[in-house]
């Protein structure tokens, strides 16, 4: 809490201390900040402990506190953070012990006992959840000699390709018991986002081997085109989200990472698909950017609106806050390094500038309750993936290309950087 200089405590990490610290260590490396990795690295030693009688978030954990610890090992080599990772990875196998093999989404860590969120579509899981643990669980096969982490994953696969898929897309809910989907709601902003973004890094963190992660991700974006993606009436295009037929056009800030995705994934579309899917981010991208510029904090709200004569603003209080997200700066990082249009250098200067003068206060950067107001209220929270994502997109994009190259690594959604595993794993062959 940088205003009051507090601790901040998520129920999602149930008591697990030290989200900030972990969510930041490959960020710290990557700025050679050698003094500040070296004392994070001691506190982890030290501190880092995963032995608490607690519920946590199966899908927040893994993607901060193991990615944290994966990334933080493969660009330092110290064994603390593999063996921690490891550690973690092992506590959260039991999430997985359902009939069908879809893990829970809460878990307490202790008791192996899991549950699920108690609002989600009669007892479901949900797709981002269960979707965005692939990267991180080859990893740990890979690191651990173990393909318990491996077939975990892919099993949740195997469940997915074998279901009906409504016009192709896939429902936010999945009940872990029947292994039939909840209500047919479908989003690529919050509770779908990162199992899209995952199939495609999937097959290209597997050196392209993955077909049919592949495959999955291209049939989902021909989905996703035909049915989510629309245009303004001024022609700004944008991703609705569909409720059991019927679209509501409206796009979260989470969704704007689709655009970086969509031109991630241009290479490998169809080869006359390529161009358009470029074309596809960059049009995400410009929207996105209008979000933020129809502000008068130039930083973007948590929701906006295509109806009722509006356009990429927020027009709900509970929508209009801004809690110092890294999605837009995301796909300007994306589109900057595979087109190297210098308005998205431009634009992510543009934040930076609106981060500097709203955002920062004494103790760091707060997040902001209405970017349409002309004064600041600040929330009193630094997020840790403010640190994770939003500055390392940040840095990244205004640094050479050959920091983090593609082709040698891809980023979880948390954005810590994992390599290419440069070989077929074990596990693909066994299932």
Not at 105 to 127: D, E, V, Y
Not at 415 to 430: D, G, R, S
């Amino acid at each position: 809490k940088p205003i009051s200089k507090q601790g901040h405590s998520s129920n999602l990490f149930g008591n697990i201390q030290g989200a900030t610290i972990v969510d930041a260590l490959d960020t710290l490396y990557i700025m050679e900040m050698k003094e500040e990795f070296k004392e994070a690295k001691e506190w982890v030693e030290k501190n880092l402990d995963f032995n608490v009688n607690a519920e946590i978030s199966v899908f927040e954990v893994n993607i901060r506190f193991v990615g944290g610890l994966l990334s933080a090992y493969y660009l330092s080599g110290e064994e603390i953070f593999r063996k921690k990772a490891v550690e973690l990875g092992e506590k959260l196998l039991p999430a997985f012990n359902t009939p069908t093999g879809i893990p829970w989404a809460l878990l307490n860590i202790k008791s192996g006992i899991g549950r699920n969120w108690p609002w989600a579509s009669g007892g479901s899981s949900i797709l981002a959840e269960f979707g965005t643990l692939h990267l991180e669980f080859v990893h740990l096969s890979h690191l651990s000699g173990n393909p318990v982490f491996a077939e975990k994953v892919m099993n949740i696969r195997k469940v997915l390709s074998r279901l009906d898929k409504p016009e192709g897309l896939y429902p936010n809910y999945l009940n872990p018991s029947s292994g039939q989907w909840g209500q047919h709601h479908v989003s690529i902003g919050g509770l779908g986002d990162s199992f899209y973004e995952y199939l495609l890094k999937a097959w290209l963190m597997s050196d392209k081997t993955d077909e049919e992660g592949k495959k999955m991700y291209y049939d989902a974006v021909q989905a996703i085109e035909t049915h989510l993606i629309r245009k303004s009436s001024s022609g700004l295009t944008y991703i609705a989200e569909w409720k059991g037929g019927l679209l509501e056009h409206k796009m979260g800030h989470l969704t704007c990472f689709a655009g970086g995705m969509f031109a991630l994934g241009a290479d490998g579309a169809p080869s006359d698909k390529t161009g358009h899917h470029i074309e596809l981010g960059a049009e995400i991208a410009r929207t996105c950017h209008e979000s933020y510029d129809r502000t008068s904090m130039k930083l973007g709200p948590e929701a906006f609106r295509f109806d009722g004569g509006v356009e990429a603003i927020a027009t709900r209080q509970n929508e209009k806050y801004y809690i110092l997200r890294p999605e837009v700066i995301e796909t300007y990082m994306y589109m900057w390094r595979l087109t190297h249009d210098p308005k998205y250098r431009q634009w992510a200067w543009e934040a930076v500038e609106a981060l500097e003068k709203h955002c920062r206060v004494d103790g760091g950067y707060s997040g902001i309750r209405d970017v349409y107001s002309n004064h600041e209220s600040h929330d009193d929270v630094q997020q840790s993936f403010f640190l994770s994502e939003t500055l390392k997109y940040l840095y990244l994009l205004f640094s050479d290309d050959d920091l983090l190259p593609f082709e040698h690594w891809v980023f979880n959604t948390e954005a810590h950087p994992f390599p290419i595993l440069l070989f077929v794993l074990y596990c693909h062959k066994a299932i």
